[in-house]
């Protein structure tokens, strides 16, 4: 039987889904983007969704009958690590078997920004079934962080534009090839964003509020920052926040829970897991070899 899912947390923007069975595993949403996986039922099914949508095939799944604003009708079977796009806005009927899928909603407002950047032009899609090995990487990893807990708003941030990135580079006639090193940020917006991180080290930082920072886009910024600090903007994070417990756990006597608590981890077990990973000692441990 049919189903209309209205409100589902896998879409953002609450519009209606009709679909067969719909079992969600696990489902999050940030400001631009969402990740679920989850299960559907055999049946017929149509959507709509006002944001662009990536879904990755965790099962094989067929035959399929699908169409595009009431367009003709294609038949194909979706492999395990299959993947497909779908731009923001079109309907799409659907008929298949019951499967597993990961799914990645996405703001257009990402790609248009993308794409004014890299040269403007066309827009993306759709495309049922292709295969590209580093989106559905990144598609995953997505998934990856939905499980965690907390999930690391940074790293979701950056995957988030590395597979709009791909995506566009891939399929978009817009995209123009890149200079091969990005240059690096200038003296002032380094020092900027670099005061802000540890301003506010304890909150939750996004991609976009230090590329707003710097005054540059996502992508930019991005590129920009790695090639002025030799890592990442998420390792570089997690590193001075590891940096920053160490030396208040070295020159105070405040509890460990409430160190994790200052530096925004969600609790002590998360703060143990990331010290440790860092450093190869527990911050307990750390603490009492430096009383000794």
């Not at 209205?6 to 953002?12: D, G, I, K, M």
């Not at 403007?120 to 598609?139: C, K, N, R, Y």
């Not at 917006?189 to 930082?205: F, K, N, Q, T």
Request: aromatic share 8%; charged share 20%.
């Amino acid at each position: 039987m049919i189903q209309v899912v209205a409100a589902n947390p896998v879409v953002p923007a609450e519009p209606l889904w009709k679909a067969p069975s719909l079992a969600i595993e696990r489902a999050t949403n940030w400001d631009r983007v969402s990740v679920a996986v989850f299960r559907r039922g055999n049946g017929e099914g149509m959507w709509r969704n006002p944001w662009h949508r990536i879904v990755l095939s965790a099962a094989l799944i067929g035959p399929i009958a699908q169409s595009f604003d009431g367009g003709p009708t294609r038949r194909f079977t979706l492999r395990p690590g299959t993947l497909g796009f779908y731009p923001a806005g079109i309907q799409v009927g659907v008929s298949h078997g019951p499967g597993r899928v990961f799914q990645v909603l996405q703001d257009p407002l990402l790609y248009r920004d993308l794409m004014a950047e890299v040269g403007g032009g066309t827009s993306i899609g759709p495309i049922s079934d292709f295969a590209d090995p580093l989106v559905e990487q990144i598609v995953r990893s997505l998934a990856l962080e939905v499980g965690s807990d907390p999930a690391d708003r940074l790293l979701v941030d950056g995957l988030s534009v590395a597979l709009a990135v791909q995506l566009t580079r891939r399929f978009s006639a817009a995209w123009k090839p890149q200079d091969p090193e990005a240059r690096g940020l200038s003296r002032e917006r380094l020092w900027r964003v670099l005061d802000h991180i540890e301003a506010h080290l304890g909150e939750e930082l996004s991609l976009v509020e230090l590329a707003n920072v710097a005054c540059l886009s996502p992508f930019h910024f991005s590129r920009c920052f790695k090639q002025s600090m030799g890592v990442g903007l998420q390792r570089y994070v997690v590193g001075r926040r590891v940096e920053r417990a160490r030396e208040m756990i070295r020159r105070t006597t405040e509890p460990l829970a409430a160190i994790a608590q200052a530096l925004g981890f969600s609790d002590q077990s998360h703060f143990t897991q990331v010290f440790r990973r860092e450093t190869g000692a527990t911050p307990a441990r750390f603490r009492a070899a430096t009383v000794a």
